[in-house]
């Protein structure tokens, strides 16, 4: 059963992804390291896939979503590590825009998704804290 700071727990790693993701959005626009790691990562990726044979790509989204289900159950198994990363992430996320902010290709506008990225990794520090998952 869920209680309450589970629930708060799950809300702000729900938030934190969707604030990288937009963050992502707008870090891709920009010719830099990110995007380009970014997008070499997402080729290889795509490769790989299409090298499956057709009778694995015909039960490719249960496929996706066991590995889905996989990826949250060890996310949630090694709770320290995950949080780690999420600082990594973050941290990475925010050095790129500070360089790209620097050399003035991208303005204040994105700042608030900054803002909410970084308030998601103070609460998920503090609610598990709190719960005793740190």
Known sequence: M??????LLYVNVALFIYSVSE?????LVHNNFFSQFFNNLSTNIKTLTTKISSTIT???????????ALLIFLL??????????LEIISALLIIDYAILFI??????????????????????WQTSKDSNLL
């Open 76 to 85: 949630l198994k090694f709770w320290r590590f995950t949080f780690i990363l």
């Open 58 to 68: 015909s039960w490719q989204s249960l496929i996706y979503l066991l590995i889905f």
């Open 23 to 27: 963050m992502i959005k707008v870090l």
């Open 103 to 124: 050399q003035h290709e991208v303005k204040y506008g994105s700042l608030f998704v900054i803002a909410v990225m970084v308030i998601t990794v103070m609460n998920i």
């Open 2 to 7: 869920l209680n309450r700071t589970r629930l």
